[in-house]
Nanobody
Framework: QVQVVDSGGGLVQAGGSLRLSCTAS????????AAWFRQAPGKEREGVSC????????YYADSAKGRFTISRDNAKNTLYLQMNSLKPEDTAMYYC???????????????????WGQGTQVTVSS
């Protein structure tokens, strides 16, 4: 049984930082690309960043470029998202996703991934 557990969210002031973590079990984590998505109230879930199985290739949404860094530690079956210079518009539920062979051209589409975490809330106050 595959389990994906997100953590690390919280309340932070604008300009602050948070690091999200996601730990997967029940799958061979380093067989798959992994990604972070987010969903704000009343909005669709959107892709934030994706990382290849090896960590060699990363992709970012324009809103995340230069501020967020995705990384992974395959020995710990863990995915990270370091978020710096946070803005109120970054407020959302953040979800970890895995189970795709590659990030590829569809990395920012929900249907590209098979396994999802339960989400961790990030709230950025102005």
């Amino acid at each position: 049984q595959v389990q994906v557990v997100d953590s690390g969210g919280g309340l932070v002031q604008a300009g602050g930082s948070l690091r999200l973590s996601c730990t997967a079990s029940g799958l061979t984590f380093d067989d798959y690309a992994a990604a972070w998505f987010r969903q704000a109230p009343g909005k669709e879930r959107e892709g934030v960043s994706c990382i290849s199985w090896s960590g060699a290739t990363t992709y970012y949404a324009d809103s995340a470029k230069g501020r967020f860094t995705i990384s992974r530690d395959n020995a710990k079956n863990t995915l990270y998202l370091q978020m710096n210079s946070l803005k109120p518009e970054d407020t959302a539920m953040y979800y970890c996703a895995s189970g795709a062979e590659l990030c590829g051209g569809y990395w920012n589409k929900q249907g590209h991934f098979d396994y999802w975490g339960q989400g961790t809330q990030v709230t950025v106050s102005s």
